[in-house]
């Protein structure tokens, strides 16, 4: 459930970002050309979008798994375990620098009017008359992906972590059987 609303605020900022953009273009003036530079954090947005969906993928088929496969062994059980892991790594690997990104950096903003270049002052001024802020930490879209995906995260490893020991117990209980057998 964590891994869809990760997913979830994940387009939800996909889309925000892209009208926040769109809203910066309408504004300019005619003859304005207007650069607004945020690859740093859509990227690396996109990635943590991409690894909730891969979570979100993996944990509906390993439902269909337990609910439509008569027998789970355990080495199904590492298997998933293990994808879950890898999901988690995934998460941990994009959402610290996502982050960093998110508290530290801004978007680069720049524009032109009619080939003259204009200056970082005049660009703020007009940032604030349309109450918009360059600073990623001031989107509220940014800062629900700089923290629900954490949850994804911490229940990939908590749920590979009860895969594993679900996986011990079904060779440990084949073990105890087997030797109980003449």
């Known amino acids: 459930m964590r891994t869809v609303v990760g997913l979830g605020v994940s387009i939800n900022a996909r889309i925000k970002a892209n ?14 050309v207007v650069n607004v530079n945020t690859k740093d954090i859509s990227d690396a947005g996109s990635v943590v979008l991409a ?20 027998r789970t062994t355990a080495l199904s059980l590492r298997i ?3 994808l879950l892991y890898f999901c988690g790594l995934w ?5 610290i ?18 080939g003259i270049s204009v200056p970082t002052a005049e660009i703020q001024n007009i940032e604030q008359t349309l109450g918009l802020s360059p600073y990623y930490k001031d989107a509220s879209y940014l800062k629900l992906v700089a923290i629900l995906p954490w949850f994804a995260f911490l229940f990939a490893v908590i749920a590979g972590v009860v895969l594993q020991v679900a996986a011990d117990q079904i060779t440990f209980s084949n073990s105890k059987n087997n030797d109980k057998e003449p």
């Open 19 to 32: 009208q926040a953009v769109k809203e910066v273009y309408n504004a300019a003036s005619q003859g304005a």
């Open 51 to 70: 690894g909730c969906a891969l979570q979100v993928v993996l944990s509906a088929l390993f439902i269909v798994f337990v609910f439509f496969l008569r």
């Open 80 to 82: 998933q375990g293990w």
């Open 91 to 95: 998460l941990l690997a994009t959402l």
């Open 97 to 114: 620098p996502f982050d960093v990104f998110f508290a530290t950096r801004q978007a680069k903003v720049s524009a032109t009017l009619d």
